[in-house]
């Protein structure tokens, strides 16, 4: 079982030095909920709480959009725990009363800390499931029994199929971050999971971007919901920052360095599009003399959890990350995003620089633009419906990057359909080869 401390940050309004009762809508919950969050010096919810939590204290089924960082999923679980103390029944072998599935191991472990942090005067019991570990632990939780499990569609795949996992008797389907989902390839998958899921229960459906493809997918899985948009037509906080520095290619690393050995840059992320990009500049980094580390899905599990706590606690002053691997991070005090690579994806951006400016802090976002991602510039424009700042001032200022016209690559604007992540050396055991020839030829590749 999930034993992590960890403080869900974002997840309400700016914390209050004096201790005070809870208000608006969190008044509206049991007692021993109402002690956690005040524990937490939390007083007024976020918007996202303040429409949510009463719908779903009803039993409504809800289809949200909102960014990251604004309280989500405090939103779904604090009225989740509520639910399952007013109608507490003991839990029962591999059979959770709710299942809440997220795209990556990062986000799941902080649906699990959340978990933790509010339901601590509460008898819930939870877990949660991920590839890239030993499933030991994983299987004996299920074993005890809990009420709430957290995964990753892939490791639960493998748990069901083993017959460790059984979800005939759900009440509670939570999926969030959809739209990531939907780009990790993971939709085939859930819609496997939905099959052995009943079709009487509550359902909430989140995505950051809300499209009409995937407005039809979640509608596929919601009955009658009540839909809540937090800010949908502004992709960016005000309070960041934003700037483009054109860079010939060549030069990125030594761009970098420079902005780096600014001292107001205190605690930096650099998105990276490839793994072993990600690798190269840690190496650079700390060669110029600056502490980094990175995390991607070539790094193991320890490594990775490793990693993020030596980022969260100073010892690393530079994060370097993967889009995927970064999805769902809850870090305080994030005072620039730096995309070392533009995303391939407009909306990427949004993702990525949403890291900073934090329970109403200011933020810094950087992007290192050469001719090659010159196209992808023009794309994130185009969603903001303006030019991010430019900023000439710096010593590798390329205008032929600034006018590049070079197109973008054939699969500019999607992420390439990804393999669901592998669950360890126990795949091989997962079940019997008749069955295993039924599920679809996947290259046998980990995820970022």
């Not at 974002?10 to 008044?27: H, T």
């Not at 809800?62 to 029944?89: D, N, S, W």
């Not at 420079?258 to 190496?283: C, G, Y």
């Amino acid at each position: 079982m999930n034993e992590q401390k960890k403080q869900d940050r974002s997840s309400f309004a700016r914390p209050n030095p004096e201790f005070q009762l809870p208000q608006g809508v969190f008044s509206s919950l049991i007692t021993e909920i109402q002690r956690a969050v005040a524990a937490e010096g939390y007083v007024i919810p976020t918007p996202i709480q303040e429409k949510c939590i009463p719908h779903l204290l009803k039993g409504r089924d809800i289809l949200g959009c909102a960014q990251t960082g604004t309280g989500k999923t405090a939103a779904f679980v604090l009225p989740l725990l509520q639910r399952l103390t007013q109608a507490y029944i003991r839990p029962q072998r591999g059979t959770p009363r709710v299942l809440i599935l997220a795209p990556t191991r990062e986000l799941a472990a902080q649906i699990g800390a959340s978990i933790q942090t509010y339901g601590k005067y509460l008898r819930i019991t939870h877990t949660v499931i991920f590839g890239g570990v030993s499933q030991n632990r994983q299987v004996s939780a299920m074993k005890r029994g809990i009420d709430i499990l957290v995964a990753t569609p892939g490791r639960l795949l493998d748990l069901m199929e083993q017959g460790f996992v059984h979800l005939n008797k759900l009440e509670v389907f939570i999926l969030d971050e959809g739209d990531r989902m939907l780009d990790m390839g993971f939709i085939p998958d859930i819609k496997r999971i939905l099959t052995q899921v009943p079709n009487k229960r509550q359902t909430m459906f989140f995505s950051a971007t809300m499209p009409q493809k995937m407005v039809n997918l979640a509608h596929a899985m919601v009955r009658d919901p009540v839909r809540v948009d937090i800010a949908p037509d502004k992709p960016t906080l005000d309070t960041i920052d934003q700037k483009v520095l054109f860079v010939g290619k060549k030069n990125k690393n030594e761009l970098l360095v420079s902005i780096l050995h600014d001292p107001e840059v205190r605690k930096a992320i650099v998105f990276t599009q490839m793994k072993h990009t990600a690798n190269k500049v840690v190496k650079i980094l700390e060669e110029a003399g600056i502490r980094s580390t990175a995390i991607h899905g070539n790094k193991s599990q320890t490594m990775r959890t490793k990693a993020l706590d030596g980022f969260k606690k100073g010892r690393y002053r530079v994060l370097v990350a993967t889009d995927v691997a970064a999805r769902g991070l809850d870090v305080d005090d994030i005072t620039h995003v730096i995309n070392f690579d533009l995303p391939m994806e407009a909306e990427t951006y949004v993702h990525r620089i949403g890291r900073t400016a934090r329970a109403g802090a200011r933020g810094h976002a950087v992007s290192l633009c050469c001719a090659e991602d010159r196209a992808y510039l023009r794309e994130i424009e185009r969603l903001l419906g303006r030019e991010v700042p430019l900023e000439t001032e710096h010593s590798f200022h390329c205008e032929e990057s600034r006018h590049s016209q070079l197109p973008a690559p054939k699969n500019f604007g999607r992420n390439p359909r990804r393999p669901r992540e592998q669950s360890g050396s126990n795949r091989s055991h997962s079940k019997p080869a008749s069955r295993r020839h039924n599920r679809p030829n996947r290259t046998r590749q980990g995820r970022r």
